[in-house]
């Protein structure tokens, strides 16, 4: 069983930067691949970006490649997301999520564990 709380999320003009972390609990942690992914109001939640259980693979969203950095501290169980150069469309909320190996990760059907999300509000 993995538990994740997402944190970091708030208000932010366009152009600034946020720093989401995901604290994860259980410990096969380390062993799970790890994801955001992200659900504007009125449309479907969508993935944003991964990375496997040693941090040696990442992928992101055509989106946010060049914005966007994911990143793992498997000693403290965290998961960060550093979102740069934020534009009014990565205004969602922004969950969590892991499963146990790192195939088809962007796929919300293959996802074991999700956090309840936080918010991010980009104005312009």
């Known amino acids: 069983q993995v538990q994740l709380v997402e944190s970091g999320g708030g208000l932010v003009q366009a152009g600034g930067s946020l720093r989401l972390s995901c604290a994860a609990s259980?410990?096969?942690?380390?062993?799970?691949?790890m994801a955001w992914f992200r659900q504007a109001p009125g449309k479907e939640r969508e993935f944003v970006a991964a990375?496997?259980?040693?941090?040696?693979?990442?992928d992101y969203a055509d989106s946010v490649k060049g914005r966007f950095t994911i990143s793992r501290d498997n000693a403290n169980y965290t998961v960060f997301l550093q979102m740069n150069s934020l534009k009014p469309e990565d205004t969602a909320n922004y969950y969590c999520?892991?499963?146990?190996?790192?195939?088809?990760?962007?796929?919300?059907?293959?996802?074991?564990?999700w956090g309840k999300g936080t918010l991010v509000n980009v104005s312009s």
């Open positions: 999520a892991a499963k146990p190996n790192y195939g088809d990760i962007a796929l919300r059907r293959n996802i074991n564990y």
């Open positions: 259980g410990r096969t942690f380390s062993t799970y691949a």
């Open positions: 990375i496997n259980w040693s941090g040696s693979r990442t």
